[in-house]
Structure formats: structure tokens, C-alpha cells
């Protein structure tokens, strides 16, 4: 399955609430569905017909996985590691997800997105542990340095990542420091942690089945 490359906007109209796909726009005026909260195309939902209890699970995979990026294979990979775990498989792969590098990148304000954060990693302007990274999906685990490489700091986005980072807010897992901006992984996230209200349930029982 390919990626989707049609406007983000579209995924969170259709899902009727904000994935937060296109970063701070969609915390301003300018979102799409500040202006047209209604499901893309011509039929409105109740032209649709009910949604059925399938439906409804493949719906919230679906808003997850458009959420963080990740094509369906990928997807099921992380779904088939968490259902290994003794704990709670939903909750594990949220937190699986979570620990994705490029969502550490957005979360510790270096992007406005994941999207923009998948692509900072990909040219290689992180550094993990010492040693420059250009995968995106790598799991971070707690004690893992993250910085900027060098020469990355030199460009015009590192500057203004440094003007804007003070009004970002750093989940309490992550530890930051705005003078070196480097980050810190404190411990694992949880549940909690994740901020989105995503029924993780729905999703182990969509693929139970």
C-alpha cells in the first residue's frame, strides 16, 4: 500500500476531529475544519448509512496509523511486536509508536509535524547516541541522547527552531535542554503520555478477527 500524498486536511475531515497532521495550523483559524467540519465528498454521513462494528475498528487503525505516519504494513509489524508483550497489547502499541524517532522529533519540538519531523530524519540532521540516523521508525529507549548534527545547526530551520522552541511544551518523559537543545529519553511513555484519545481496543479486536 502506498502512502498517501493528498492533503492531510482531507484525513482529518474525514475522521470528523484533529490528527494534528499539519502542526500548529491546526491549532489556528486557518484549519480546514474550523470551516467545514463535514466528511469529504458529496454524501454526508447519513447519506452513507450506518457505520458497522467493522467499520467502526477499521476506522480507529486507521486515524492511528494516518496519526503517526505509518504505511499498513509497518503498521501490523508493530501491532504483531505488542501482541507478543505480557501487557496490554493496545496500550503497547501505542506506546510503540510512541517511541518511533521521528514522534520523539516532534514531540521534543523540533518539527511542527511528524511529517516534518520523518523528513529532518531522513537528511540526517540527527544524531542518536552519538552516531547520525536517517530512520525514522527506530525505537528510542530511555537514556538515549538526541541532538542535531553539527553542520545541521548552520541552517536557516535549526535558527528558527531555536526562536520558537520556548513555547513548546516537552511531555514529561522527554528531558530537554533549551541551551544545547538536546534531548534526553527519561523513560518509557504511557498511556497517558500520548495525549490523543485513540481506542486502542478497537484496534486489537480488528485484527483478532
Not at 484519545?197 to 479486536?205: P, Q, R, T
Request: hydrophobic share 30%; net charge positive; glycine share 8%.
Amino acid at each position: 500500500m502506498a502512502r498517501y500524498t493528498g492533503p492531510d486536511c482531507r484525513i482529518c475531515r474525514r475522521f470528523g476531529e484533529k490528527l494534528m497532521l499539519k502542526g500548529e495550523r491546526c491549532s489556528s483559524p486557518k484549519c480546514a475544519l474550523e470551516k467545514r467540519n463535514n466528511p469529504p465528498g458529496e454524501h454526508t454521513e447519513a447519506q452513507r448509512g450506518r457505520i458497522s462494528e467493522r467499520g467502526l475498528q477499521l476506522r480507529e487503525k486507521q486515524k492511528v496509523r494516518f496519526s503517526y505516519g505509518v504505511m499498513e504494513r509497518q503498521f501490523r509489524k508493530f501491532f504483531d511486536q505488542a501482541k507478543k508483550s505480557p501487557t496490554n497489547t493496545g496500550e503497547t502499541l501505542l506506546i510503540l509508536l510512541e517511541r518511533r524517532l521521528d514522534n520523539v522529533i516532534y514531540r521534543l519540538g523540533f518539527a511542527d509535524s511528524r511529517a516534518q519531523a520523518r523528513q529532518i530524519v531522513r537528511h540526517g540532521h540527527i544524531i542518536v547516541n552519538g552516531r547520525r540516523t536517517n530512520v525514522p521508525s527506530c525505537l528510542v529507549k530511555p537514556g538515549d541522547i538526541i541532538k542535531w548534527r553539527e553542520a545541521s545547526k548552520k541552517t536557516e530551520y535549526y535558527k528558527r527552531v531555536v526562536e520558537e522552541i520556548e513555547g513548546k511544551n516537552i511531555p514529561s518523559w522527554l528531558g530537554f535542554d533549551r541551551e544545547t537543545m538536546t534531548g534526553k529519553v527519561l523513560n518509557l511513555p504511557t498511556k497517558d503520555d500520548i495525549g490523543t484519545e485513540f481506542n486502542a481496543k478497537a484496534i486489537v479486536e480488528y485484527y483478532s478477527r
